[in-house]
């Protein structure tokens, strides 16, 4: 697997070939609480770079679920639609969001890594 990418939007990227896995971070879901509910974009939909994909919904508010690359959906995690108490268990592993076939990897040079990261959720938190 390669490295974990992350947006200021609280969303994880990981990249195979062309193929990027998406969920939301840890920290993302310490924000939201207990999930109750997730939405996925449709499997073929084309996604712009920080456009919104999906929905999260908890206890305690609903948040919207960007996309920090643009490209087509080739795949979606219906386990979380189905138990989203899942996103809490494994946020940044088996509770992934979606997967994208990526139009252009540059964009991956805009995104944190986990150091970056975890430095801006921080500051942010506080």
């Given at each position: 697997?390669?490295?974990?990418?992350f947006?200021?939007?609280?969303e994880?990227?990981?990249l195979?070939?062309?193929?990027?896995?998406?969920?939301?971070?840890?920290?993302a879901?310490?924000?939201?609480?207990?999930?109750?509910?997730?939405?996925?974009?449709?499997?073929?939909?084309?996604?712009e770079?920080?456009g919104t994909?999906?929905?999260?919904?908890?206890?305690?508010?609903?948040?919207?679920?960007y996309?920090?690359?643009?490209?087509e959906?080739?795949?979606?995690?219906?386990?979380?639609?189905?138990?989203?108490?899942?996103?809490?268990?494994?946020?940044?592993?088996?509770?992934?969001?979606?997967?994208?076939?990526?139009?252009?990897?540059?964009?991956?040079d805009?995104?944190?890594?986990?150091?970056?990261?975890?430095?801006?959720?921080?500051?942010?938190?506080?």
């Open positions: 697997m390669s490295e974990v990418k947006s200021k939007e609280h994880w990227i990981t195979e070939g062309d193929v990027a896995t998406i969920g939301i971070t840890k920290h879901t310490e924000m939201l609480g207990d999930i109750v509910f997730a939405e996925l974009p449709e499997k073929g939909s084309n996604l770079k920080d994909a999906g929905v999260v919904e908890s206890t305690k508010a609903a948040s919207d679920v996309t920090p690359v643009s490209g959906v080739v795949d979606t995690n219906q386990s979380i639609v189905d138990d989203p108490a899942k996103i809490n268990e494994d946020p940044e592993g088996g509770a992934w969001f979606f997967k994208l076939k990526i139009k252009d990897t540059s964009e991956l805009t995104l944190m890594n986990k150091e970056e990261y975890d430095k801006f959720a921080k500051e942010t938190s506080s």
